[in-house]
Structures are given as structure tokens and as C-alpha cells.
């Protein structure tokens, strides 16, 4: 299996290369910007560096949010662009997902998740997994940090605002577990896809997941 998996959701622009039972190649570049730049060459580099032609893939994924619109749109676009001209579909995991895929099995055995990322309009987005699920319970929520409500037992955080969210949960008594996974990883995406394709599992489309309509400004706001 031959996946390409690209990701521009939050702060990151990655991308990486499943081959052979493994992540072959894969590059990130930190920023809050930039990724509908970053994220062509950086997908034509870990081809290379695999040892693969866009035609050779089985599968395309990309991280379909939540997150901020121009990297979303910048990878989704890019990646049924080259699923298109391989002949192969394009899938889709939620950031949730992806952040979660990052983390090692041991780390969530038994545990729910939280996911919460920055909606950068002053409060956060919650996907909320059951334990040890890699799929969400539901659609991401959005929530003000002092809004949050009660977190179950045992509770595993992930996401740009997860240091955030486990201080307020912290000082209302609560004792979470504060993960490194604060940004998605393709290398996570292709592995998760990679894993789902050969387990028969649904995958949902390249599709944009937005909770919140895109903050557009007329030209005289």
C-alpha cells in the first residue's frame, strides 16, 4: 500500500510517505502560515525520497479539519489533485484523529481523549473520543474555555490548546494528561489510513470539516 498523506490544518504543513509497511519519507515545516506554499514541494520531496512517481499511489489522505481555512483548503486541494491524476481515491481523517494517531497505544490504553484546537475567534473546538476509540463520538464542538464541561476520569489531551485547556481543567480539580501531540503529523495520517484500508474500515472523503463558516471580510470592513 502507497499512500501519500499531506496535512496544513493548524500551525504545520507536513507531509509523508507510507510504503512498504512503513513511513518512508516525511517532512514538516513549522508556521502559522504558508502551508498552500509549502505543501506542493514538500509532497513532490517525500515522493522522491520514497522512491515514487504521483501515478504509483494506492491512496491519497489529508487532515480535514477543524482547522484554519487556507491550510485546510491548501492540502485537500492538493490532495485530490494528485489523487485524481493517480486514479486513486482521496481520504480524509479530523485533526482529532490524526493528533491522536500520533500518540503511543500505550499512552491511551483505557483512556477517552479530548482534542481541542485553537479557533483563533476566542474559543476552542472539542472532539471527544470514548476510550481507546480512534474515531470521534461525534462532530467537534465549540466551546469557551471557562465553558468546558465536566472531563471524564483519565482524561487524555491533544491539540494547539490542550496546555490551555489542562490548566483551567487543573485548577477546577481535574487531573488530565497533558500529551506532546499538539500539532498533526502526516506520517500519523498515512499510518492511521494505512492501518483502516487494511482492516476494512470506512474512511470518510477528502471533504473540509467546518464547524464554524470561514471569517471573511469584505473589501470594506
Do not use: K, N
Not at 171 to 180: H, I, M, N, Y
Request: hydrophobic share 50%; charged share 15%.
Amino acid at each position: 500500500m502507497r499512500i501519500l498523506a499531506l496535512d496544513g490544518a493548524l500551525a504545520r504543513a507536513s507531509a509523508a510517505v507510507w510504503t512498504e509497511g512503513r513511513v518512508a519519507a516525511a517532512a514538516q515545516a513549522d508556521g502559522a502560515r504558508g502551508q498552500a506554499v509549502a505543501l506542493p514541494p514538500m509532497a513532490a520531496r517525500v515522493l522522491r525520497e520514497a522512491g515514487l512517481a504521483a501515478p504509483e499511489l494506492d491512496a491519497v489522505a489529508a487532515v480535514v479539519g477543524p482547522g484554519g481555512f487556507t491550510g485546510l483548503r491548501a492540502a485537500l486541494a492538493l490532495a485530490q489533485g494528485l489523487a485524481l491524476g493517480a486514479g486513486c481515491p482521496a481520504f480524509g481523517v479530523t485533526t482529532g484523529e490524526a493528533l491522536l494517531a500520533a500518540l503511543p497505544p500505550a499512552s491511551r490504553a483505557g483512556r477517552p481523549a479530548w482534542s481541542v484546537t485553537d479557533t483563533r475567534r476566542g474559543h476552542l473546538l472539542l472532539e471527544s473520543f470514548a476510550p481507546d476509540a480512534e474515531t470521534p463520538e461525534g462532530p467537534p464542538r465549540p466551546f469557551d474555555l471557562a465553558a468546558l464541561p465536566p472531563p471524564p476520569e483519565g482524561l487524555v489531551l491533544v491539540g494547539d490548546m490542550a496546555p490551555l485547556v489542562a490548566a483551567a481543567l487543573r485548577e477546577r480539580g481535574a487531573a488530565p494528561w497533558l500529551s506532546d501531540s499538539l500539532l498533526p503529523e502526516a506520517g500519523a495520517v498515512a499510518a492511521l489510513v494505512a492501518r483502516r484500508l487494511a482492516s476494512g474500515l470506512p474512511l470518510r472523503p477528502a471533504l473540509p470539516l467546518y464547524v464554524e463558516p470561514p471569517a471573511v471580510r469584505g473589501p470594506h470592513d
